[in-house]
Nanobody, 125 residues
Framework: QLQLVESGGGLVQPGGSLRLSCASS????????VGWFRQAPGKEREGISC????????NLTASVKGRFTISRDNAKNTVYLQISGLKPEDTAVYYC??????????????????WGQGTQVTVSS
């Protein structure tokens, strides 16, 4: 069964950087699309970016353009989200997910079926 585990979150000062990781144990992510999402308190879950097995990417929002970079290392069975220039409004639980179609990114959060448990990112001075 496909299980995803996020890590790398934490408390960071404004302007700082983080690299979040999404790993799968016992299941190869190499050919699967993986998306990153976030959900702030009281807000709907928001898509950030998605990467396919080929390395092709799909931005799911324009609001974080230039500050968030998705990448993958298939040898490590891990997908990353590099975040720079963090702002207090980036505070949220960050999730990774595999779409129902598995191999193709979806631009709709409802198109993702397999979800990790999330990792908390808090941006505060």
């Amino acid at each position: 069964q496909l299980q995803l585990v996020e890590s790398g979150g934490g408390l960071v000062q404004p302007g700082g950087s983080l690299r979040l990781s999404c790993a799968s144990s016992g299941f190869s992510l190499a050919y699967h699309a993986v998306g990153w999402f976030r959900q702030a308190p009281g807000k709907e879950r928001e898509g950030i970016s998605c990467i396919m097995g080929s390395g092709g990417t799909l931005n799911l929002t324009a609001s974080v353009k230039g500050r968030f970079t998705i990448s993958r290392d298939n040898a490590k069975n891990t997908v990353y989200l590099q975040i720079s220039g963090l702002k207090p409004e980036d505070t949220a639980v960050y999730y990774c997910a595999v779409p129902t179609e598995r191999y193709y990114c979806s631009d709709d959060v409802k198109g993702y079926y397999y979800w990790g448990q999330g990792t908390q990112v808090t941006v505060s001075s």
